[in-house]
């Protein structure tokens, strides 16, 4: 067995495929996106996609405050759009950080860039220590036509997940 260090977390963890998504997220006339990775679908019926949030990200006090966020997925041909939210975002008339926008009936902004996503209500919430889970009901969704992969992190030099480390952002 290996000695359980900081650096065999962070190393390890940063291997588990993570596909990446803009968690786009509102409140009043306040508006965010925010590259995440800890996303996966975690009930069928009601069809139900959970997302990690860091607990001092502004991300994470929107969704809180209204309830209501959408996952963008993008191309693995387009991962560049990521490092646009690695911090929190300039929202203008139907931009948020230069990327057109439409808003959902919710005013859930949803990337017109993006090649699929959901829109989504929360059901369910866990604080999980650095994270809060947030488990969101599938309202709407969108695949674009086409032969695509979805971005993921390991098409990126990103790396996000193991233990704490100074820097990390607060979207």
């Not at 260090?5 to 588990?16: G, Y």
């Not at 019926?45 to 006090?61: A, E, M, Q, R």
């Not at 690695?86 to 948020?96: N, Q, W």
């Not at 230069?98 to 829109?119: D, H, K």
Request: negative net charge; contains cysteine.
């Amino acid at each position: 067995m290996s000695e359980l260090t900081p650096e065999l977390l962070n190393t390890t963890t940063w291997k588990i495929p993570n596909g990446l998504a803009i968690v786009g997220s509102h409140h009043e006339q306040e508006f965010n996106g925010m590259t995440a990775s800890w996303i996966s679908q975690f009930n069928m019926d009601p069809v139900t996609i959970g997302v990690g949030i860091d607990n001092t990200s502004l991300t994470h006090s929107l969704i809180s405050r209204n309830g209501f966020f959408s996952l963008n997925f993008f191309s693995s041909d387009n991962t560049k759009v990521f490092v646009k939210f690695s911090k929190p975002a300039k929202y203008t008339d139907g931009y948020l950080n230069e990327e057109p926008i439409t808003l959902t009936t919710n005013n859930v902004p949803i990337f017109n860039n993006s090649v699929l996503w959901f829109e989504l209500k929360v059901i369910n919430s866990q604080n999980l220590g650095t994270h809060t889970l947030y488990l969101g009901k599938v309202l709407d969704c969108y695949l674009k036509d086409g032969d695509f992969k979805v971005a993921e992190m390991s098409d990126t030099r990103m790396k996000y997940g193991g233990v704490p480390r100074g820097g990390h952002n607060k979207n």
